[in-house]
């Protein structure tokens, strides 16, 4: 059997908490999170980001979407805990890149 890349990811919720995750797939989310993410304040909402983030998923990875939030939700918030990203103070969540 295969062994398949793994890479290490955060948890803006849970400091200090990492986790391994199959590489080529949080890759994959991360790209397309990254661009589909704008650069400027108000940001996107996790609902509004996951609906884009669909069309700029591979297939083979994410068929028909499959697990497509869960994995969104891994990379928000590893992206949250490096500072790549940020979100607005107050609700409803919304998103952007620093």
Do not use: C
């Amino acid at each position: 059997m295969a062994k398949i890349d793994q890479v290490s990811v955060e948890n803006a919720v849970s400091p200090g908490h990492v986790r391994n995750l199959n590489a080529g797939k949080f890759e994959a989310v991360r790209a397309a999170y990254l661009k589909v993410l704008p650069d400027t304040a108000p940001g996107l909402t996790p609902r509004e980001i996951q609906a884009a983030l669909l069309k700029h998923l591979p297939q083979d990875l994410f068929p028909g979407g499959a697990k497509a939030g869960w994995w969104a939700k891994s990379v928000q918030l590893d992206l949250e805990a490096k500072g790549v990203i940020a979100r607005q103070p107050k609700p409803p969540v919304r998103l952007h890149r620093v």
